[in-house]
């Protein structure tokens, strides 16, 4: 199966290895590193060593006590340095992911819309991004009801929360590998020069929350901060998608919905923060609130203030964004449509220019005699 991914194909083959042979057969060669991977599972010499690639780290036994009063032993996970190849191997993964849904999925739909250079990288990016924030929601959201965390209280009430599910790991792990990936798809999606800092700022921005959560043990608060934030993403890059397919009038109406979305999760994200670092941690008993680094225990002061503050100014600046962008739209809507007023008036003063000159020559050969009339008559159609 070849998964040649956008690039300019020309009818002599790039030589091998060259620049221009790797961007358009990045999704093979990826997908062969991956397999070496999966490959090295089948043999017993090779096993131990992928494994560590292949399946998640640092997993211990707990006992969990059933309904029933018995005890079962289940398996959990704590985050270490072992995860760093994992998220190496799902990188690749999502690597190859990519190149699928570009060639089999956005690539068939941009033909059809037959849309400029622009707006195709536009629409190339929104198509990517929606996909992944549609299905971490569903993960999300998954997770949120299977840990029961519906209950506010759960955020905190336990911590350190060493003890993960593997959905929840892996939830995590595919994360920070996702958002690892943007950076040699810069190379492998030849993205332009003036477009890379915008990608490479949302990227670094979610591994700057995201990897932090994850190590100090604040899993459960990032995850329902993330579903929450996904949800309004989701939306806003599917309005974008309708407008650059020409379906104006819904787009507007779910842009709406996805800007009242936007400022109300950025006041529940503020919340949530603030109960669970503020208040919620806080609240535990004096000797368990010490920075340990054995038991993961982040649960002091000073590192719950820094993640507070640390969230709050993400809002705020996700907030100013915003406004910025709106206030921007505005004014660029209103010039526009001074600009199309003042062609508007234009025209129809020039057509009363006309209208008035042509009533002026009528008058002016009204008042000639008959013979002279029926001259100029006579000039006209020749």
Request: some cysteine.
């Amino acid at each position: 199966m070849k998964m040649v991914v956008k690039g300019k194909k020309s009818g002599k083959n790039p030589p091998i290895f060259s620049h221009e042979f790797v961007i358009q057969n990045h999704a093979d060669l990826v997908s062969c590193v991956a397999m070496v991977f999966v490959l090295g599972l089948m043999f017993q010499v090779s096993s131990p060593a992928a494994s560590v690639f292949i399946v998640l780290q640092h997993n211990v036994s707990l006992p969990v006590e059933l309904a029933s009063g018995n005890h079962v032993d289940f398996t959990f996970y704590t985050p270490g340095l072992r995860d760093i190849p994992t998220v190496f191997f799902y990188l690749l993964i999502a690597i190859v992911i990519h190149a699928i849904i570009q060639e089999y999925v956005l690539d068939k739909i941009n033909r059809k819309l037959h849309l400029s250079k622009i707006k195709h990288a536009k629409f190339d990016e929104s198509g990517q991004l929606v996909s992944f924030y549609i299905l971490s929601l569903v993960a999300a959201v998954d997770l949120i009801w299977r840990e029961q965390l519906f209950n506010i209280s759960m955020l905190w009430e336990g911590y350190p929360h060493n003890a993960m599910t593997f959905g929840l790991k892996f939830f995590f792990i595919s994360q920070i590998a996702y958002w690892l990936h943007v950076f040699p798809e810069l190379y492998f999606q030849k993205v332009k020069k003036e477009d890379m800092p915008v990608k490479i700022q949302y990227a670094c921005l979610y591994l700057a929350y995201i990897v932090p959560a994850y190590y100090m043990r604040f899993n459960r608060v990032c995850l329902v901060l993330l579903c929450i934030h996904y949800a309004v993403e989701a939306v806003y890059h599917a309005c974008r998608i309708l407008s650059y397919a020409d379906k104006t009038a819904s787009a507007k109406k779910f842009f709406a919905v996805g800007d009242a979305l936007f400022v109300i999760v950025r006041l529940a994200s503020v919340i949530l923060a603030v109960l669970t670092f503020w208040y919620g941690l806080a609240k535990a008993p004096a000797d368990q609130q010490a920075l340990n680094f054995e038991t993961g225990n982040f649960n002091t002061s000073v590192v719950r203030l820094n993640c507070l503050v640390a969230v709050c100014v993400l809002q705020a600046y996700l907030m100013y964004t915003f406004i910025i962008a709106k206030v921007k739209r505005s004014r660029e809507l209103k010039s526009s449509q001074a600009s199309s007023l003042s062609a508007r008036n234009k025209k129809s003063q020039m057509e009363k220019n006309k209208a008035k000159k042509e009533k002026k020559e009528k008058e002016a050969e009204n008042e000639l005699p008959e013979a002279d009339q029926n001259t100029d008559l006579r000039q006209r159609v020749k």
